[in-house]
């Protein structure tokens, strides 16, 4: 496997190499000069399609540490406003050579596509409501290295909390968390919770103070604006009443409880208290661990020419 | 043939190999012991050595030398380093780290002693190398090795050896507590 696509690319032998790669990375990370000469030679492009500065910047911060060459396009600076066509861009840039692809696009699928048109490694940073592996994997690693359970997650409790049906967040981490071994809990109203999610060591509520006192991770989704704006979501208030993580809520939490969100966070919705004033948070663990994961897929899809152990 | 030594016929999947034993554990402790007198004897101020060891296979040396120093003068600092980010091999072959490295000082000045078992091309020397410059310039690195195999690739020479065993090219050279066995693909005893 030369592309990392899906979360279903991940089985659990190839996590674990993925997750003892990351631990390497984070001890770089850590230097006074976080940077090793592992992929000295090769050009990573970052293909956005769609608006991420924060993915945009950790994968190509993980380049760099790599000693990677990097390339950067994004649709509203190139000429796909000229009418070229995603697979023009992926022709052009690949001749002029690059040996990975890291491809975010509003709809689902395109990075499979993409990977017809070249033949660099492609790693999907986000596609439409599908997937989005590297966050699940740096949010595994997070979870894994905070509660230190070695490179599983078997029997951990972790609630999800917000819009599962649309969120590519979530869809991933669900298919991850349980395949390690989680007993996930989907905290959502129930136009927001889609069908088919149900599974092994899955279970759905809507009642959030229910699932509080028990869960060892309280997983936060980032609600999408545009979704209450159309009328898919309870309206600011009313959602943060009912999904919203405040102070009350915060007390209900056990004391070792962490508590992660993709970020970029909407203060006053989903989390309306200030994160600094919440001891369990690791949301900058999850950031910087993911430069850490990053650059371990990176490493294994280039310097190995696989994903897997 | 050193005392003790033994032929075994050992069947693998691949040809058949013939391994014969030419360090006995008593020799591999002896060889230690004699190594950590040398390094303490050219580097009388013991506890600024760093002593590291490489991933994997000269960790254990490395405990093993730093325990010695500290009887016969004081205890160095002891770390282990995974050099995998800095082989000029990376996607020739599979690469896969071993454990995260741990060097427990800033090197600046220091001397180190790196450690590992079988001295072969020197590519993995000077990988480590590098990767200890990312920790530090070091004032002076040190190497010594359990067994120096010959068909060197680059210009790089031990400080101290356990032994000097001539090899083939496709012989497997393995070191561990136990002993030291090289097997030779296809040879008859």
């Known amino acids: 496997m030369k592309h990392l696509l899906s979360t279903h690319d991940l089985d659990v032998p190839t996590v674990a190499a993925i ?6 990375m984070s001890e770089i990370n850590a230097r006074s000069v976080p940077k090793v000469p592992a992929l000295l030679g090769r050009t990573v492009a970052s293909v956005f399609f769609e608006d991420s500065t924060r993915t945009r910047v950790s994968f190509e911060t993980a380049a760099k540490r790599l000693s990677a060459d990097t390339m950067s396009f994004s649709a509203s600076t190139s000429s796909v ?9 992926i022709e052009t840039l690949s001749a002029i050579g690059v040996d990975a692809f890291v491809v975010r696009h509003a709809s689902s699928g395109v990075p499979v596509s993409v990977t017809e048109w070249t033949d660099a490694s492609v790693v999907n940073a986000g596609d439409g409501w599908h997937q989005h592996p590297t966050q699940a994997l740096l949010d595994a690693y997070t979870i894994t290295r905070e509660l230190g359970t070695g490179n599983t997650l078997a029997g951990v409790r972790v609630a999800i909390v917000g819009d599962i049906k649309h969120s590519r967040v979530a869809r991933s981490n669900i298919d991850l968390f349980a395949r390690l071994g ?8 129930g136009m927001l919770l889609p069908a088919g999610l149900a599974g092994p060591g899955i279970t759905v509520t809507d ?21 209450m704006d159309a009328g898919l979501l309870p309206v600011g208030g009313e959602y943060s009443a009912r999904f919203g993580l405040d102070e009350r809520r915060a007390r209900m939490l056990s004391g070792d409880a962490i508590v992660m969100h993709p970020g970029p966070m909407n203060r006053g919705i989903e989390m309306v208290m200030d994160p600094a004033e919440l001891p369990g948070s690791r949301i900058l663990a999850q950031v910087r661990n993911g430069v850490s994961v990053r650059m371990a897929v990176l490493f294994r899809l280039l310097g190995d020419g696989q994903l897997g152990a | 043939m ?16 013939t391994a014969a034993e030419v360090l006995t554990r008593d020799q591999v402790d002896r060889a230690i012991a004699r190594i950590a ?3 303490a004897e050219k580097h009388p101020e013991t506890s600024s050595l760093v002593v590291i060891g490489m991933q994997s296979g000269g960790v254990w040396i490395a405990e093993r ?15 282990s380093i995974d050099v995998s980010m800095y082989r000029d091999d990376i996607s020739m072959r599979p690469v896969t780290p071993v454990a995260p490295s741990r060097i427990p000082v800033d090197l600046a000045g220091r001397t180190v002693v790196l450690v590992d078992d079988v001295l072969y091309t020197g590519r993995t020397v000077r990988a480590a190398l590098a990767a200890l ?17 010959g068909h060197r690739e680059l210009p790089i020479r031990p400080d101290f050896v356990g032994k000097n065993i001539p090899t083939h090219l496709d012989d497997e050279v393995s070191v561990g507590p136990e002993g030291v066995i090289v097997a030779r693909p296809g040879a008859d005893v």
């Open chain 1, 207 to 227: 009642a959030l103070d229910d699932v509080l006192p028990d869960v060892e991770v309280l997983y936060m989704l980032r609600v999408q604006r545009e979704r």
């Open chain 2, 65 to 79: 030398l730093a325990g010695h120093l500290a009887r016969i003068a004081e205890a160095p600092l002891t770390g």
């Open chain 1, 19 to 24: 997750m003892n790669v990351a631990d390497h």
């Open chain 2, 2 to 17: 050193p005392a003790g030594s033994s032929f075994v016929r050992i069947r693998l999947t691949r040809p058949p190999m």
């Open chain 1, 182 to 189: 989680a007993r996930v809990t989907l905290v959502a109203p």
């Open chain 2, 37 to 39: 007198h040398e390094i």
């Open chain 1, 81 to 89: 406003n000229k009418g070229e066509s995603i697979r023009d861009t």
């Open chain 2, 133 to 149: 410059n990312d920790h530090g310039r070091p004032g002076a690195v040190r190497l010594a090795v359990m067994v120096d195999r």
